[in-house]
């Protein structure tokens, strides 16, 4: 069964792993990352790690029976209860289900863990899978994203409150 657990030190193999096994599939819907994320991805990662640290961010992996990271779930910008929410999931496990049930157990995590009361997601109009996890999940249409806000492709915020009944 996959757990999802915080961000460590000890993740960074596996994350890096999951992210250069998808780098194609991810960039079909999101921005690529660019060589230069992979080629700094030591200190790109040491550096998430202390944003988590200082309260900034917080980080999640999907980790799977082996140890892979299935995928990574993320909350930016903590403040004022408050933060936005990003995420990926591995090619051979999308659509069955598991960004949504993911997200969910997430919403759950930033409520109780992190005394969110609000989070916010952006998806590009072409993603229609994470529109669909974000639905599911229990976000609505907020308005229209920039294409500054998603890696220049326009799309639509969505936003959840975690005070309300899912």
């Known amino acids: ?11 960074a193999p596996a994350v890096l792993a999951f992210e250069l096994a998808n780098r194609a599939y991810f960039a079909v819907s999101v921005s690529d990352r660019g060589d230069e994320f992979y080629d700094r991805f030591t200190d790109r990662f040491s550096a998430l790690l202390a944003e988590q640290e200082a309260g900034i961010c917080a980080f999640y992996v999907l980790v799977g029976e082996d140890g892979s990271v299935l995928g990574r779930f993320n909350l930016y910008d903590l403040k004022d209860g408050a933060a936005e929410l990003g995420y990926r999931v591995a090619q051979h496990v999308a659509g069955r289900g598991v960004a949504t049930a993911t997200v969910r157990e997430l919403c ?9 009361r609000t989070l916010r997601a952006g998806t590009s109009r072409e993603n229609v899978a994470s529109q669909k996890v974000l639905t599911k999940a229990g976000f609505v249409p907020v308005g229209p994203a920039g294409p500054a806000d998603l890696g220049g492709k326009p799309g639509s915020w969505y936003q959840r409150d975690l005070t309300a009944q899912p």
């Open 108 to 116: 759950r995590l930033a409520a109780a863990r992190h005394g969110l």
């Open 1 to 11: 069964m996959p757990e999802l657990i915080q961000l460590h030190a000890g993740h």
